[in-house]
């Protein structure tokens, strides 16, 4: 049994959450599981907007029957065809055979690919409107944010839009559908993971999207994921929060992430921490990427303007999981960050060549000096990690 939940009048949450699944995409650990939100309009016709993990179909079914008993749905609007949001269609299709699927060229040519299906399919082009008899639903096209079908729907009767992954969280509701019945602070850290794991690579098109976006009136958000927010200084937050990682905009604040075998490299970070802190740096997050996860460490660079990696040489190359921290960062288009290095090798160096050769090519400015071990630290060796601090500290400094 479900009681049915109004976001509005006529617009109902019909979403679920996922506390089970250990992996988002099969790679990004979900330590506060997440939501699928999916969200029905009721009107003269009554549209779906989004599905769900198809592993949550029965459950979304029953949510769905909560709301409308057994009045069919008219309209499944497509903003978004991965299928944590796609899963449940074909079995919708089947529950609803009169069903209209309403998507871009995009994602039709998707939705025959993942699901075969072709028929009842209603291709809209950017801007077009379809009439649910008193609301009127506009949809703005916003290529790869996330995927190049993703799209936005616009209810303009209630000033509400469906934004797919955008603004999204990961994180479980937890009774709360809508930001002020919540405490939505406890969702920022989320938020700016999933931004950075998940769509962190598209900011130029992020950009484009909020463009696009600039003069429609929105006094609700719905995403795919994480709360529902309404119009209040949330709302406001939120649009801010992506405009500024969409600009790879940060805060002052500096991460410092390693890979140290025993212990050496990680003496380095420690010294540098130690130096930064003591000319005020106040944020300083050390990651050992031996332990934590990428995610994790994309998430905190998003975050803060600082960045320094430090590795040891292994096989005469950088140590695995700096290699993989790196080519989580390029794949992203970083950009505007102060950028730093350091290594240590044993008895042949390779790993500070390295991070030289992708320092040269990141396009951040990059802060000396760069400091690289024999073995362990040395009176020399000290005197770099402590400069490398303290120029980094200045540099924030004056931000
Ligand atoms: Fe929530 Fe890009 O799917």
């Known amino acids: 049994m479900y009681k049915s939940f109004n976001i509005s009048d006529n617009i109902f949450y019909v979403g679920v959450n996922d506390r089970s699944k250990q992996l988002f995409e099969n790679i990004w650990p979900l330590p506060k599981g997440v939501s699928y939100n999916s969200y029905l309009i009721r009107d003269e016709k009554v549209a779906l907007i989004d599905a769900v993990d198809i592993c949550y179909s029965e459950l979304f079914f029953n949510k769905v029957d909560a709301v409308l008993g057994k009045t069919p749905i008219d309209y499944l609007i497509i903003n978004h065809m991965e299928p944590d949001h796609s899963g449940a269609i074909a079995w919708l299709v089947n529950r609803y055979p009169d069903i209209q699927i309403v998507g871009n060229n995009r994602s039709a040519d998707m939705l025959k690919g993942f699901y075969n299906i072709s028929d009842n399919v209603l291709i ?16 703005f096209l916003t290529p790869m944010v996330h995927w190049p079908e993703t799209m936005m729907t616009y209810a303009q009767e209630y000033k509400t839009i469906f934004t797919g992954d955008a ?42 999207a909020l463009k696009k976006l600039a003069d429609v009136e929105i006094e609700t958000i719905c995403s795919t994921h994480g709360p529902v927010w ?76 600082g960045l320094l990696i430090g590795s040891p040489t292994y096989n005469n190359k950088l140590y695995p999981g700096v290699e993989s921290l790196l080519s989580a960062i390029q794949n992203r288009a970083m950009k505007n960050r102060y950028f730093g290095y350091f290594g240590g090798f044993t008895w042949a160096g390779a790993a500070v060549k390295h991070l030289k050769e992708f320092a040269e090519n990141s396009g951040f400015e990059i802060v000396e000096p760069s400091v690289e071990i024999k073995q362990s630290l040395n009176e020399s060796t000290f005197e770099s990690a402590v400069a490398l601090g303290r120029n980094m500290a200045e540099k924030l400094n004056n931000l």
């Open 230 to 305: 309404t119009k209040n200084e949330n709302l406001d937050k939120v649009v801010a929060l992506y405009d500024k990682l969409s600009r790879y905009d940060s805060d002052k604040g500096l991460v410092i992430a390693y890979g140290s075998m025993y212990g050496n490299v990680e003496q380095v970070a420690e010294v540098i921490a130690a130096e930064a802190a003591a000319n005020g740096i106040k944020h300083i997050v050390l990651h050992n990427v031996s332990k934590s996860h990428n995610s994790e460490i994309l998430r905190d660079i998003f975050k803060y303007r």
């Open 167 to 208: 603004f999204g969280s990961f994180g479980t509701l937890d009774g709360a559908v809508l930001d002020w019945q919540t405490v939505p602070e406890k969702y920022e850290d989320e938020m700016i993971r999933y931004y950075s794991n998940i769509v962190g690579k598209y900011g130029s098109q992020v950009q484009v």
């Open 124 to 139: 809209i082009k950017d801007k077009e409107s379809l009439s649910l008899g008193k609301c009127n639903l506009q949809f």
